[in-house]
Nanobody
Framework: QVQLVESGGGLVQAGGSLRLSCAASGRAFSTYGLAWFRQAPGKEREFVASVSGSGDTTYYADSVKGRFTISRDNAKNTVYLQMNSLKPEDTAVYYC???????????????WGQGTQVTVSS
């Protein structure tokens, strides 16, 4: 079991950058796969990126590949999402989730943070 708290969201212009953080508390943090999801107004929550417990394996949605980088620091119990070249369509509430089994986009993420708002203006 793990508790997750996101931070780092804000308002930026298109082309700008943000770095989101998700701080975790709980045992066996390094055994959990971590992912970032986002939910735009009027849309369903969608997968953005994920990282394995060791940090060696990552997955990205096609829409963010090459622009976003997910990473984790197990010593700090924190997962990050570096977002570069932001676009207005990246505007959403971003959530981090934890998976006990698996890491990919279709894994079951049973632990969630409260979300952090990212707004990208054109």
């Amino acid at each position: 079991q793990v508790q997750l708290v996101e931070s780092g969201g804000g308002l930026v212009q298109a082309g700008g950058s943000l770095r989101l953080s998700c701080a975790a508390s709980g045992r066996a943090f390094s055994t959990y796969g971590l992912a970032w999801f986002r939910q735009a107004p009027g849309k369903e929550r969608e997968f953005v990126a994920s990282v394995s417990g060791s940090g060696d394996t990552t997955y990205y949605a096609d829409s963010v590949k090459g622009r976003f980088t997910i990473s984790r620091d197990n010593a700090k119990n924190t997962v990050y999402l570096q977002m570069n070249s932001l676009k207005p369509e990246d505007t959403a509430v971003y959530y981090c989730g934890g998976s006990r089994y698996g890491t990919g986009p279709l894994a079951y993420y049973g632990y969630w943070g409260q979300g952090t708002q990212v707004t990208v203006s054109s």
